[in-house]
């Protein structure tokens, strides 16, 4: 399902916030109040501002380095899941660390084993 401006003015009408999470391919409608943007190395990149910018790391095709020309309040590196997660995460901490505007984002159910 995709949000459209009849869906936010029901949402609104009815009290509702609406915050969404996208791979950023489409662009968002105007309304949205809180856009999550994370972007997937190699699909299409058009959602280019909103409030945070997450990246999952690394990605080898989208590193935060090679990120310009957006506008974002906040940006969060998030260690990708797998066989290399420590190393993954002990990556974007030292990241963060060296490049402030970046933060670590992680996935706090995965941790506490919640699936």
């Known amino acids: 399902m995709q949000v459209d401006t009849p869906l936010l003015n029901a949402l609104h009408a009815q009290g509702f916030e609406v915050a969404v999470e996208t791979n950023g391919s489409i662009a968002a409608p105007q309304g949205i109040d809180w856009i999550c943007v994370s972007p997937k190395a190699g699909a299409p990149w058009i959602q280019v501002h909103?409030?945070?910018?997450?990246?999952?790391?690394?990605?080898?095709?989208?590193?935060?380095?090679?990120?310009?020309?957006v506008d974002f309040e906040a940006y969060f590196?998030?260690?990708?899941?797998?066989?290399?997660?420590?190393?993954?995460?002990?990556?974007a901490i030292e990241y963060c660390q060296?490049?402030?505007?970046?933060?670590?984002?992680?996935?706090?159910?995965k941790i506490l084993n919640i699936r």
């Open 77 to 91: 590196l998030q260690p990708i899941d797998g066989v290399n997660l420590a190393g993954n995460t002990q990556a």
């Open 50 to 69: 909103g409030n945070e910018l997450k990246l999952a790391y690394p990605q080898l095709d989208l590193l935060p380095a090679s990120i310009s020309d």
């Open 98 to 109: 060296q490049n402030p505007k970046w933060c670590l984002s992680l996935q706090t159910h």
